[in-house]
């Protein structure tokens, strides 16, 4: 049967309309979170006397009703360990000579920089005495290094798991290479990061665990979806490890500037969970990693038992295949 003359003038107009209604989706789905940065019961604390601490939470509220969670803290001291442990993003630190801030950019330089801006609100346009509790790495003071160095982990990751579904078509062909793919990761990611770019300054062992253990939750869940669903599966993996959970991860900012919920389901994504990881292992000695490490955790073992029950071949023909 001849086909329409036609057919191949309709078939350009619906890819064209297609691409442009995807457009439509993505374009505010990744500028959106970026154009609507503020604080959302963002955790900081005050510390010192109880009467001025009061007084000066009061105060953060009502300048910004909603934008922070305060925690009151008995003095300096108690504040350090809390920016430590990664409970507060800075500190209030009233003291006899007025208002300090304390910092944690190592978690996150656009908060301590917006902050930074706060308390001078507070105090009237005076200088405040910022200190830096939990520095940024000295190589990467404002952290865009670290959110530009994240990014190619979860590209490579997402193409890793839809390569090896497409590509390779032994369960355990597919297994060893998420595998030694993640060992890999791990190894050169750290040696980039830290040893070539220096935009992490932690113990290497656990940053390359946490890219190991970040890497194989998105290329396994990738894969995973991939042996499970065939092609629709790959698109979803494809939607939740980058189109969604990258706008979301709030990598190079903060999930509580987010708009919510949006910043918390980042953090049940593997980019938002993997870049929170990686933070608490560069520059808090693992502090704050716990859902993290359990969210990666989790799709890792999803995503490799799906690979293990999931089905042995590719998606559709493909030019090469490894079998085991």
């Known amino acids: 049967m001849s086909r329409s003359p036609r057919s191949p003038m309709l078939l350009a107009i619906l890819a064209a309309a297609l691409a442009v209604a995807a457009q439509a989706l993505l374009v505010p789905l990744f500028a959106g979170p970026a154009a609507n940065l503020a604080p959302r019961d963002l955790p900081v604390a005050v510390a010192g006397p109880t009467p001025a601490t009061a007084e000066l939470a009061g105060r953060l509220a009502a300048a910004r009703p909603g934008a922070f ?3 009151q803290l008995p003095d300096a001291a108690a504040a350090d360990r ?19 801030l304390h910092t944690a950019p190592g978690a996150s330089p656009t908060v301590a920089a917006l902050l930074t801006e706060a308390a001078a609100g507070l105090s009237g346009g005076r200088p405040v005495p910022v200190t830096a509790v939990v520095p940024a790495d000295p ?35 597919r297994l060893v290479g ?17 040893g070539w770019l220096g935009v992490i300054g932690g113990d290497p062992a656990a940053e390359a665990a946490a890219i190991g ?17 065939g092609g629709p599966g790959l698109g979803l993996g494809v939607l939740l490890v980058f189109l ?9 900012a903060a999930p509580e500037l987010l708009p919510q919920p949006w910043g918390t389901v980042g953090q049940f994504l593997p980019v938002g969970a993997g870049g929170t990881l990686l933070r608490s292992a560069a520059f ?3 502090a704050g990693a716990g859902r993290s490490v359990a969210v990666l955790a989790g799709y890792a073992v999803l995503g490799l038992g799906l690979v293990l029950l999931g089905r042995r071949g590719s998606p559709r023909p493909a ?3 490894i079998t085991v």
């Open 69 to 71: 969670t305060v925690t």
């Open 82 to 100: 809390a920016l430590r442990d990664r409970e507060v993003y800075a500190a209030f630190v009233v003291g006899p000579d007025g208002v300090g």
């Open 139 to 173: 190589d990467d003071p404002r952290g865009a290094g670290f959110a530009a160095g994240f990014l190619p982990l979860a590209l490579t990751s997402m193409l890793v798991g839809v390569l090896i579904t497409v590509l390779v078509t032994g369960r355990r062909a």
């Open 178 to 194: 998420l595998l030694g793919y993640a060992l890999l990761a791990a190894l050169v990611g750290t040696a980039v990061l830290h």
């Open 213 to 229: 253990l970040f890497a194989l939750a998105a290329a396994g869940a990738v894969a995973g979806l991939g042996a499970l669903l």
């Open 244 to 252: 969604v959970g990258n706008p979301l991860s709030a990598v190079s």
């Open 284 to 286: 808090f000695d693992g």
């Open 319 to 321: 030019a090469a295949e």
